[in-house]
Each structure stands twice: as structure tokens, then as C-alpha cells.
């Protein structure tokens, strides 16, 4: 399908027509399996884990462009699981290491969007136990997959800060397309946030499910479990 403009009887410009679209139903509250991970919807029961998994970040660091965090103890960290774990829109996941079983980073759909198909992926958090691992490239993959292949979604967006020079690479390394730069577009912990976005469209996704299949076969990675080939 091309995204070339129509024209209308006017010859004005339009956007092409979806003649058998209709609206989409929203991401279940059902695990996804990979090789490398298992992605749950968040619960108290993950709480411990993720907090002990956290804590190996002794600097903090991966709380700097969240909106909260860090959290001082297990309690408060406690409370805000369950919060989010009520919630529908963000609907957070916990993202667990297949091998141990342990809970090692969260993200979620939010902004969801079913009259247009139009979903957002957000508020990921790996612990350094995750980071530049397989699980972590997978855990991105299974969720795109729900997306595009499970619910026929149109369009997937990343938003970051646009100082998240690490998020904003593992969104172009994912596949994702630089839209722009949406400028003071909020303000969090006390300071402005300049917006990147990104996306990815339905018509882009069997290319890059491709590729990420490619990747994710086992005969890419070595004893160790270094890849052979990247992304």
C-alpha cells in the first residue's frame, strides 16, 4: 500500500482510503512467550525481584528519565507495583529471564488507541541483569509481534526524552523511524522534557520481523550466547 496522497473530486490532496478498517481490541492481559523471555502482566507477586534486580544499578541510573524513581526501599517500590498493576492505560508487563525465572525489567503499552490503531511502547526499565542481552532485543520483538500480527495495529510509537541518547538508539537499532522533536512537550522531576518520536507502521513490520527472526535464531548466537551477526 503506498502512502502517496489521493485526490478527491476537488483535486484535493487525501490520504489513501481504508475502505475495511475497524477499530482494533485492546492488548489482552496474556503472557508472551520467546526463547529468551517471558513477558507477564505486571503483579505484586513481581515486586521483590524486579526491586532486587533494580538495585544492582548502585548509581541509579536507569531511573533518570522516568517520571519516578528511584525507590529508597522495597516498600514504596511495593506500592507503586500494585498501582500500576491496576492500571489499564499504562498497562505495564514484567519481563522475566526464561533460564532463572527472575523478573528483570517492566515495560507497557499505553497511549492504546483502538478506533485508529495506533499503540504506544513506554516506561521500560531493564535492570543491568537485562541490558544488552538477548532477552532484552526479544522482549521488544514479542511485543511488537502482539501488536502487528495478534491485533492488526497501524502504527507503533516510541517517545523518549530527547537527552536519552541510549533510548534513543535502541529505538533506531529496533527499527523505528525519527518522526521529530516535540519541544518543551512536558515537564517531570522538576525540569523540562524536549520529545523525541518515533514509529513504526503495519507495512514496515514484515521486513523487520524478518530481520529480528533472523537475529533471535539460535544459530546466531555462540556457546556464550554472544550474537554472530547483529540486528
Not at 482510503?17 to 505486571?42: A, H, N, V
Not at 492504546?112 to 521488544?140: C, F, K, S, W
Not at 523511524?177 to 516535540?182: C, K, N, Q
Request: charged residues 25%.
Amino acid at each position: 500500500m503506498t502512502a502517496t496522497p489521493r485526490r478527491n473530486h476537488l483535486d484535493q490532496p487525501i490520504g489513501f482510503p481504508l475502505p475495511d478498517w475497524s477499530p482494533r481490541q485492546r492488548p489482552p492481559r496474556t503472557p508472551m512467550e520467546g526463547r529468551f523471555c517471558r513477558i507477564e502482566p505486571l503483579d505484586r507477586r513481581h515486586a521483590a525481584g524486579l526491586f532486587a534486580a533494580n538495585a544492582e544499578d548502585t548509581e541509579g541510573r536507569i531511573w533518570t528519565y522516568l517520571p519516578y524513581g528511584p525507590f529508597a526501599s522495597l516498600e514504596p517500590f511495593q506500592g507503586w507495583v500494585e498501582a500500576m498493576a491496576r492500571g489499564e492505560d499504562p498497562l505495564f508487563h514484567a519481563i522475566l529471564d526464561r533460564a532463572s525465572g527472575r523478573a528483570l525489567g517492566v515495560a507497557s503499552y499505553l497511549r492504546i488507541d483502538p478506533p485508529v490503531g495506533v499503540i504506544e511502547v513506554g516506561h521500560i526499565n531493564y535492570a543491568p541483569a537485562l541490558q544488552r542481552r538477548p532477552a532484552a532485543t526479544e522482549a521488544m520483538y514479542l511485543m511488537m509481534r502482539r501488536v502487528f500480527d495478534e491485533l492488526g495495529y497501524r502504527r507503533y510509537e516510541w517517545k523518549c526524552d530527547a537527552l536519552n541518547a541510549p533510548s534513543r538508539a535502541a529505538a533506531e537499532r529496533l527499527g523505528f523511524r525519527h518522526e521529530g522533536l516535540f519541544r518543551q512537550a512536558t515537564i517531570y522531576k522538576g525540569r523540562n522534557r524536549d520529545t523525541a518520536w518515533y514509529s513504526i507502521l503495519d507495512r514496515e513490520w514484515p521486513a523487520l520481523r524478518d530481520a529480528f527472526e533472523r537475529w533471535l535464531d539460535p544459530g546466531n548466537f555462540e556457546a556464550a550466547g554472544q550474537q554472530r551477526k547483529s540486528l
